[in-house]
T-cell receptor, first 108, second 114 residues
């Protein structure tokens, strides 16, 4: 089993839709989690951090379920500009383990 | 404005060549990382360094080595490039803290080995 697993998608949604991605992790000792966003041919950039049960930033909500060992990212009122790959990140000691990413396409 | 700079955006090398990928950060970060990114596989950690002259193997170190002589610079070396090392290479840095912190990435180097 991979340390961090994501559904690769792609998720194709219309503008204004609500979409959610899940990410499962295997290391139950992990304390912090991150969602990164990567645009096509660009480097990943931090979207949200999750240190406790969840975090909300505008249209984006990240939640952590420690019992089931997954984190989720919810995007409300999707915009065309949300089209990107979303990477789940679970640090392990000094290492930072990335999921393979979930691709999102938002269409007009 | 934080910055991680990789020396090349695109690189084409021949099989068997020795290849150097350079990365410089201006944030005085202790941690530096080298990843490669391939379709369907995501980012995989090659090597990381938590201090000058310190290095640790990541998940796929075979065929690579690294050098960190100065805090701001972390170099990735392909001793003898092979076609299966064609990939996007991403350098990142982060600060050491009680909780793992945000990693800042360079713009990436797309390496093609022919």
């Amino acid at each position: 089993r991979k340390e961090v697993e994501q559904d690769p998608g792609p998720f194709n949604v219309p503008e204004g839709a609500t979409v959610a991605f899940n990410c499962t992790y295997s290391n139950s000792a992990s304390q912090s989690f991150f969602w990164y966003r990567q645009d096509c041919r660009k480097e990943p950039k931090l979207l949200m951090s999750v240190y406790s049960s969840g975090n909300e930033d505008g249209r984006f909500t990240a939640q952590l379920n420690r019992a089931s060992q997954y984190i989720s990212l919810l995007i409300r009122d999707s915009k065309l500009s949300d089209s990107a790959t979303y990477l789940c990140v679970v640090p392990r000691g000094f290492k930072t383990i990335f999921g393979a990413g979930t691709r999102l396409f938002v269409k007009a | 404005d934080v910055k991680v700079t990789q020396s090349s955006r695109y690189l084409v090398k021949r099989t068997g060549e020795k290849v150097f990928l350079e990365c410089v950060q201006d944030m005085d970060h202790e941690n530096m990382f080298w990843y490669r990114q391939d379709p369907g596989l995501g980012l995989r950690l090659i090597y990381f360094s938590y201090d000058v002259k310190m290095k640790e193997k990541g998940d796929i170190p075979e065929g690579y080595s690294v050098s960190r002589e100065k805090k701001e610079r972390f170099s990735l070396i392909l001793e003898s490039a092979s076609t299966n090392q064609t990939s996007m290479y991403l350098c990142a840095s982060s600060v050491v803290g009680p909780l793992n912190t945000e990693a800042f990435f360079g713009q990436g180097t797309r390496l093609t080995v022919v």
